[in-house]
């Protein structure tokens, strides 16, 4: 069975919400949906004080640059328009939403009725990449890329296969695993499109064999369809990055960064993007919901919730049975790269994959002690680096040297630390080094 070569770790999976089938949110009574939901530029407020709007409208517009759009998950009326908290601790730029009924926009197909590619034979690749653009589409592994750039690749590029990142290898978490349970058609129609899109004749589903159900549920969907393969994966964490899973699933490795990976032919999607897609694509529906998993050892109904974008973490808990005595700490994500939440008003957006509540014993950090040398952290890092060192070198603010020793390599994947027997904090050392340095390479980019 495939996996990745080097480095990685086998965290407890505590996917305690796999059994969980997905269920619908209720709606809030007042959403928050913010304009930072993306890598790139944040999205630019069309709406104003009073406005009415409903599931679907547009409620911000692309901004310069590597943008997308922002949709409604609600319908209601405009409360304001202004700076409010989000995951990153910081005040930025949302739409509030007083929630009135649940009228949808009429351009939205909401028939469960499956749409096929061979039922739309005058989709170009063109048509397909603009909705994809039109509906405000990222990356919903937590990456936030908007996808309509992903499939439209640099010139000098060609790409040969298109992944499907199925993988869910962060503990915990059950979303995408789900997904495919009750949605493995619609899966494989925007798979379809994706490689339609882009040119290809090769498209694999890379799933972890922790997933067994879901291996044989897609390999029998995918049976008669040319050009598809279901790839079973060895368990390894982190095997849903996307190097890892390109080196998994085709044998390449994707070289140092600025290389993407187009230079070795592959185009990754999580496949929660790829069922955004079929949906934009065949039903006319912007991302404005998604599925998300709540979850924790002292949860009393861990689930698998699709939540409208906008609405706030404390009433996902609520659906879950409240917040249990014992939390000690909220994670917007998984334990090995998600990260702690301020405040439990912060709203649900497109890379939420995850919400989960560690009861205190195992939210506490055990006290660091000096390191000894034993290079388990080398040993792990799914990238090849020197954790102890760059973690080092970010403490000291040796900036050029975090950089010749690679540090924008880093995936963040949290091995590092997780391997570490005198429990330091490389990953939160080397994160503050790499968010520096990244930053100093743009401020020099700028200036030629």
């Known amino acids: 069975m495939k996996t990745f070569r080097l480095g990685g770790v086998h965290p407890a999976e505590n996917k305690i919400s796999a059994g969980s089938p997905i269920r619908e ?16 530029a944040p999205a630019v407020p069309v709406v104003k004080r009073g406005d009415t709007v409903k599931v679907g409208t547009m409620v911000g517009e692309p901004g310069k ?8 998950g609600v319908s209601g009326k405009v409360n304001k328009v202004d700076a409010m908290l989000d995951s990153s601790g910081l005040k930025r730029m949302a739409v509030v939403i007083d929630v009135e009924g649940d009228e949808w926009e009429e351009s939205i197909d909401r028939t469960p009725d499956l749409v096929r590619l061979g039922d739309r034979p005058d989709l ?9 653009r039109e509906a405000g589409i ?21 790409a040969t296969c298109v992944i499907v990142n ?11 695993h789900r997904l495919m349970l ?19 004749d090769k498209g694999y589903i890379g799933i972890e064999n922790n997933k067994p159900d879901a291996i044989r549920l897609m390999q029998e969907k995918a049976a008669g369809i040319q050009g598809i393969e279901v790839v079973p994966l060895k368990v390894k964490y982190p095997q849903g990055g996307e190097k890892q899973l390109i080196d998994a699933v085709i044998g390449r490795q994707v070289p140092a960064p600025p290389a993407l990976p187009i230079h070795v032919g592959a185009i990754v999607q999580n496949v929660g993007t790829v069922y955004a897609i079929y949906e934009a694509v065949m039903k006319n529906k912007p991302l404005f919901e998604r599925i998300i998993t709540v979850t924790g050892k002292s949860v009393s109904n ?29 994670i917007g994500g998984g334990p090995m790269m998600g990260k702690a939440l301020l405040s439990l008003e912060i709203p649900v957006t497109k890379g939420s994959s995850g919400l989960l509540i560690m009861n205190d014993k195992e939210s506490r950090r055990a006290t660091p002690q000096p390191c000894i040398r034993c290079a388990k952290c080398v040993a792990a890092c799914p990238m090849g680096l020197e954790p102890y060192l760059l973690a080092k070198l970010s403490k000291a603010a040796e900036w050029e040297q975090c950089l010749q020793n690679d540090i924008p390599s880093c995936i963040e994947c949290g091995s590092c630390a997780f391997t570490c027997p005198s429990h330091r904090p490389l990953l ?21």
């Open 25 to 40: 949110a209720a709606l809030p009574k007042q959403a928050i949906i913010s304009m930072f939901q993306h890598i790139g």
């Open 182 to 200: 009750e949605k493995p058609d619609q899966i494989l129609v925007g798979l379809q499109l994706i490689m339609k899109a882009v040119g290809v």
């Open 428 to 448: 939160d050392n080397i994160r503050v080094g790499k968010t520096t340095v990244m930053g100093i390479l743009r401020a020099r980019a700028a200036k030629k």
């Open 138 to 158: 990222v990356g919903m592994g937590g990456a936030t890329f908007p996808t309509g750039v992903k499939l439209s690749p640099p010139p000098g590029t060609k």
């Open 302 to 330: 861990p689930s698998n919730l699709l939540a409208r974008i906008g609405t706030p973490m404390q009433q996902l808990i609520d659906e879950v049975g409240g917040l249990p005595a014992d939390t000690g700490k909220i």
């Open 166 to 176: 199925a993988v869910e290898c962060e503990p915990y978490l059950t979303a995408d």
């Open 65 to 72: 640059g590597l943008s997308v759009p922002v949709f409604s």
């Open 124 to 132: 170009t690749p063109a048509d397909i990449v603009a909705k994809v």
